[in-house]
C-alpha cells in the first residue's frame, strides 16, 4: 500500500475511533496504570507485540491478555501478514489521559 493510502486510511480510522469511543471510554478499558497507557500508545502499527511489551515494561504473557481485550473492546487492530502482525490503536491517548490519575 502507498504511504498517501495508508496515511488516509489512518485518519479514517482516528476520526471514526474518535466518534465511537471518547478518551475516558478508552482509559475505562485500557485501565490506568502508567504502563498499560504506554503500552496502548505503542500499538501504533508499526511495532510487533513483543517490542511493545519490551518498550513498556509489561510480561508478555500480560499484554498478551490486554491485547486480547483491548482487541474485542474495538480499540485496537492487529495489522500486517498474519506471522508479522502489529497492533494499531483507533487513535492516540492524548498528553491529558497521562496526566490522569487513577479513579
Known sequence: MDNISEQLLRALLQTSGRGTFSEDD???IIGNSEKNKK???LCDGM???GEIAKLA???SGNFSRSLTK???AGIVFKIGAV???RPLHI???SKEA???EKK
Open 98 to 100: 497521562f496526566k490522569k
Open 70 to 72: 483491548w482487541e474485542e
Open 39 to 41: 503500552a496502548y500508545q
Open 26 to 28: 478508552l482509559l475505562g
Open 57 to 59: 515494561k509489561i510480561d
Open 47 to 49: 511495532k510487533n507485540q
Open 91 to 93: 487513535y492516540p491517548l
Open 83 to 85: 506471522a508479522e502482525t
